[in-house]
Protein backbone atom coordinates (compact mmCIF):
# COMPACT_ATOMS: atom_id res chain seq x y z
CA UNK A 1 0.00 0.00 0.00
CA UNK A 2 2.89 2.12 0.87
CA UNK A 3 3.72 2.34 -3.12
CA UNK A 4 0.26 3.18 -3.99
CA UNK A 5 0.45 6.09 -1.24
CA UNK A 6 3.84 7.23 -3.60
CA UNK A 7 3.25 10.62 -4.86
CA UNK A 8 3.38 10.39 -8.70
CA UNK A 9 5.19 13.33 -9.30
CA UNK A 10 8.70 11.50 -7.19
CA UNK A 11 9.78 9.52 -10.53
CA UNK A 12 10.32 12.69 -12.05
CA UNK A 13 12.14 14.25 -9.33
CA UNK A 14 14.51 11.46 -9.54
CA UNK A 15 15.24 11.96 -12.90
CA UNK A 16 18.45 13.37 -13.90
CA UNK A 17 18.57 17.19 -14.89
CA UNK A 18 19.31 16.07 -18.15
CA UNK A 19 16.26 13.93 -19.04
CA UNK A 20 14.12 16.55 -17.22
CA UNK A 21 15.54 19.20 -19.46
CA UNK A 22 14.91 16.73 -22.57
CA UNK A 23 11.28 16.12 -21.04
CA UNK A 24 10.74 20.06 -21.11
CA UNK A 25 12.15 20.04 -24.72
CA UNK A 26 10.30 17.57 -25.88
CA UNK A 27 7.05 18.84 -23.89
CA UNK A 28 7.35 22.08 -25.75
CA UNK A 29 7.75 21.11 -29.12
CA UNK A 30 11.17 22.03 -29.80
CA UNK A 31 13.75 19.02 -29.97
CA UNK A 32 17.40 19.08 -30.53
CA UNK A 33 17.24 17.15 -33.78
CA UNK A 34 14.39 19.55 -35.12
CA UNK A 35 16.50 22.99 -33.68
CA UNK A 36 19.62 21.61 -35.60
CA UNK A 37 17.42 20.76 -38.76
CA UNK A 38 15.77 24.29 -38.55
CA UNK A 39 19.49 26.19 -38.18
CA UNK A 40 20.67 24.07 -40.90
CA UNK A 41 17.89 24.92 -43.15
CA UNK A 42 18.30 28.74 -42.19
CA UNK A 43 21.70 28.33 -43.51
CA UNK A 44 20.90 26.85 -46.67
CA UNK A 45 18.52 29.02 -47.18
CA UNK A 46 20.67 32.15 -46.73
CA UNK A 47 23.99 30.49 -48.74
CA UNK A 48 21.13 30.78 -51.84
CA UNK A 49 19.98 33.31 -51.88
CA UNK A 50 22.53 35.12 -53.29
CA UNK A 51 22.60 32.59 -56.04
CA UNK A 52 19.47 32.65 -56.96
CA UNK A 53 19.58 36.19 -57.26
CA UNK A 54 21.90 35.79 -59.33
CA UNK A 55 20.22 33.17 -61.24
CA UNK A 56 17.60 35.46 -61.79
CA UNK A 57 19.67 38.57 -63.27
CA UNK A 58 21.18 36.35 -66.04
CA UNK A 59 18.03 34.76 -67.21
CA UNK A 60 16.24 38.40 -67.15
CA UNK A 61 16.68 40.23 -70.49
CA UNK A 62 18.37 43.57 -70.39
CA UNK A 63 17.55 45.82 -73.06
CA UNK A 64 20.62 47.93 -74.48
CA UNK A 65 21.06 51.16 -72.90
CA UNK A 66 20.40 54.31 -75.63
CA UNK A 67 23.74 55.62 -76.87
CA UNK A 68 22.81 59.94 -76.36
CA UNK A 69 23.24 60.95 -79.88
CA UNK A 70 23.07 58.21 -81.93
CA UNK A 71 21.59 58.42 -85.63
CA UNK A 72 20.49 56.02 -87.86
CA UNK A 73 23.32 54.52 -90.26
CA UNK A 74 23.20 51.95 -93.08
CA UNK A 75 25.95 50.19 -93.74
CA UNK A 76 26.49 47.65 -96.83
CA UNK A 77 28.86 45.01 -96.07
CA UNK A 78 29.51 41.76 -97.77
CA UNK A 79 26.43 43.14 -100.51
CA UNK A 80 24.00 42.93 -97.61
CA UNK A 81 22.39 46.04 -95.80
CA UNK A 82 22.49 46.49 -92.15
CA UNK A 83 20.59 49.28 -89.98
CA UNK A 84 22.14 50.52 -87.30
CA UNK A 85 21.76 53.58 -84.80
CA UNK A 86 25.46 54.79 -83.77
CA UNK A 87 26.86 57.48 -82.22
CA UNK A 88 28.51 59.51 -84.88
CA UNK A 89 32.33 58.78 -83.66
CA UNK A 90 32.00 55.00 -83.40
CA UNK A 91 34.91 53.83 -85.93
CA UNK A 92 34.21 51.39 -88.67
CA UNK A 93 35.52 48.47 -86.56
CA UNK A 94 33.69 49.21 -83.75
CA UNK A 95 31.11 48.85 -85.72
CA UNK A 96 31.91 45.87 -87.42
CA UNK A 97 32.85 44.34 -83.71
CA UNK A 98 30.24 45.67 -81.85
CA UNK A 99 27.41 46.02 -83.80
CA UNK A 100 27.22 43.42 -86.22
CA UNK A 101 29.63 41.01 -84.46
CA UNK A 102 31.95 40.24 -87.14
CA UNK A 103 34.79 39.37 -85.50
CA UNK A 104 37.03 38.47 -88.17
CA UNK A 105 37.98 42.11 -88.11
CA UNK A 106 40.80 42.47 -85.63
CA UNK A 107 41.23 45.05 -83.17
CA UNK A 108 45.31 45.40 -82.82
CA UNK A 109 47.00 48.58 -82.60
CA UNK A 110 43.93 50.97 -82.73
CA UNK A 111 46.24 53.46 -84.24
CA UNK A 112 46.05 52.41 -87.92
CA UNK A 113 49.63 51.16 -87.35
CA UNK A 114 49.49 47.26 -87.44
CA UNK A 115 46.40 46.68 -90.35
CA UNK A 116 45.18 43.88 -88.65
CA UNK A 117 41.71 46.05 -88.98
CA UNK A 118 42.11 46.02 -92.92
CA UNK A 119 38.81 45.82 -94.96
CA UNK A 120 38.16 47.06 -98.44
CA UNK A 121 36.03 50.27 -99.73
CA UNK A 122 34.65 50.18 -102.74
CA UNK A 123 37.50 47.71 -104.04
CA UNK A 124 40.22 49.94 -101.81
CA UNK A 125 41.93 48.59 -98.16
CA UNK A 126 41.20 50.99 -95.56
CA UNK A 127 42.41 50.53 -91.86
CA UNK A 128 38.95 50.34 -90.40
CA UNK A 129 40.18 51.55 -87.05
CA UNK A 130 40.78 54.67 -88.61
CA UNK A 131 37.50 55.67 -90.49
CA UNK A 132 34.00 56.62 -88.95
CA UNK A 133 31.21 54.39 -89.62
CA UNK A 134 28.89 57.26 -90.72
CA UNK A 135 31.20 58.18 -93.32
CA UNK A 136 30.37 54.85 -95.38
CA UNK A 137 26.76 54.62 -96.04
CA UNK A 138 26.09 53.62 -99.69
CA UNK A 139 29.91 52.73 -99.83
CA UNK A 140 30.51 48.91 -100.96
CA UNK A 141 32.25 47.44 -97.28
CA UNK A 142 33.96 43.96 -97.98
CA UNK A 143 35.19 42.13 -94.79
CA UNK A 144 37.10 38.97 -94.44
CA UNK A 145 33.73 37.18 -94.10
CA UNK A 146 33.01 37.93 -97.36
CA UNK A 147 35.82 36.59 -99.49
CA UNK A 148 34.62 32.97 -99.48
CA UNK A 149 32.05 32.36 -102.25
CA UNK A 150 29.79 29.30 -102.53
CA UNK A 151 31.88 27.25 -99.88
CA UNK A 152 35.20 27.83 -101.89
CA UNK A 153 37.97 29.70 -100.43
CA UNK A 154 39.39 33.07 -102.51
CA UNK A 155 42.60 31.96 -104.17
CA UNK A 156 44.66 34.21 -101.77
CA UNK A 157 42.91 32.76 -98.72
CA UNK A 158 43.76 29.06 -99.86
CA UNK A 159 47.66 30.22 -100.80
CA UNK A 160 47.57 31.46 -97.01
CA UNK A 161 46.55 27.86 -95.92
CA UNK A 162 49.28 26.26 -98.57
CA UNK A 163 51.75 28.02 -97.50
CA UNK A 164 51.25 28.48 -93.55
CA UNK A 165 51.10 32.24 -93.72
CA UNK A 166 49.80 32.58 -90.33
CA UNK A 167 51.01 31.13 -86.86
CA UNK A 168 48.89 32.90 -84.20
CA UNK A 169 46.61 33.78 -86.80
CA UNK A 170 45.85 37.46 -84.92
CA UNK A 171 46.85 39.91 -88.21
CA UNK A 172 45.84 36.91 -90.64
CA UNK A 173 42.41 38.67 -91.45
CA UNK A 174 43.99 41.85 -92.25
CA UNK A 175 47.20 40.25 -94.26
CA UNK A 176 45.02 38.59 -96.00
CA UNK A 177 42.58 41.51 -97.27
CA UNK A 178 45.83 43.21 -98.28
CA UNK A 179 46.68 40.77 -99.98
CA UNK A 180 43.36 40.50 -102.13
CA UNK A 181 43.64 44.03 -102.79
CA UNK A 182 47.49 43.93 -103.86
CA UNK A 183 45.83 41.45 -106.81
CA UNK A 184 44.08 44.65 -108.28
CA UNK A 185 46.93 46.86 -108.08
CA UNK A 186 50.49 48.18 -109.27
CA UNK A 187 53.05 46.08 -107.92
CA UNK A 188 55.81 44.39 -108.90
CA UNK A 189 56.52 40.80 -109.91
CA UNK A 190 59.26 40.31 -107.13
CA UNK A 191 59.25 39.36 -103.97
CA UNK A 192 60.91 43.12 -102.34
CA UNK A 193 57.73 44.38 -104.49
CA UNK A 194 55.43 42.52 -102.87
CA UNK A 195 56.96 42.89 -98.94
CA UNK A 196 56.66 46.99 -100.08
CA UNK A 197 52.74 46.60 -100.89
CA UNK A 198 52.59 44.17 -97.93
CA UNK A 199 54.40 46.83 -95.26
CA UNK A 200 50.83 48.23 -93.53
CA UNK A 201 50.55 44.54 -91.94
CA UNK A 202 52.39 43.57 -89.38
CA UNK A 203 53.20 40.06 -87.99
CA UNK A 204 54.18 39.57 -84.95
CA UNK A 205 55.00 36.02 -85.28
CA UNK A 206 57.39 36.62 -88.31
CA UNK A 207 55.90 34.93 -90.65
CA UNK A 208 56.87 37.29 -93.85
CA UNK A 209 58.25 34.59 -95.85
CA UNK A 210 55.46 32.88 -95.74
CA UNK A 211 53.08 35.48 -96.53
CA UNK A 212 55.03 36.25 -99.36
CA UNK A 213 55.05 33.27 -101.17
CA UNK A 214 51.26 32.66 -100.47
CA UNK A 215 50.93 36.11 -102.07
CA UNK A 216 53.26 35.47 -105.16
CA UNK A 217 51.21 32.18 -105.37
CA UNK A 218 47.65 33.93 -105.78
CA UNK A 219 49.11 36.33 -107.77
CA UNK A 220 49.95 33.51 -110.68
CA UNK A 221 46.80 32.18 -110.08
CA UNK A 222 44.51 35.02 -110.32
CA UNK A 223 43.89 37.07 -112.98
CA UNK A 224 42.09 40.90 -112.76
CA UNK A 225 38.38 41.17 -113.35
CA UNK A 226 37.46 43.85 -115.61
CA UNK A 227 39.27 47.09 -114.69
CA UNK A 228 36.20 49.01 -114.11
CA UNK A 229 34.31 46.97 -111.92
CA UNK A 230 34.79 47.96 -108.17
CA UNK A 231 35.02 44.46 -105.58
CA UNK A 232 36.29 42.92 -108.49
CA UNK A 233 35.96 39.04 -107.88
CA UNK A 234 39.20 36.91 -108.82
CA UNK A 235 38.98 33.63 -110.17
CA UNK A 236 41.22 30.91 -110.66
CA UNK A 237 43.45 31.62 -114.11
CA UNK A 238 42.98 28.17 -116.39
CA UNK A 239 46.31 28.35 -117.72
Do not use: W
Not at 69 to 87: C, D, F, M, R, S
Amino acid sequence: MASEDRDPTSSDEQRSPLRQSQSKSKNAGVTRRSFLGRIGAAGIVVTASPLLASAAQVETPVAPPSVPGAVPVTLKINGQEHHLKLEPRVTLLDALRNNLQMFGTKKGCDHGQCGACTVHVNGRRVNSCLTFAIMHQGDAITTTEGLAHDGQLHPVQAAFVEHDGFQCGYCTSGQIMSAVALLNEPCGDDDNSVRECMSGNICRCGAYPNIVAAVQQARKRTKFAPAGERNAEFRLSQD
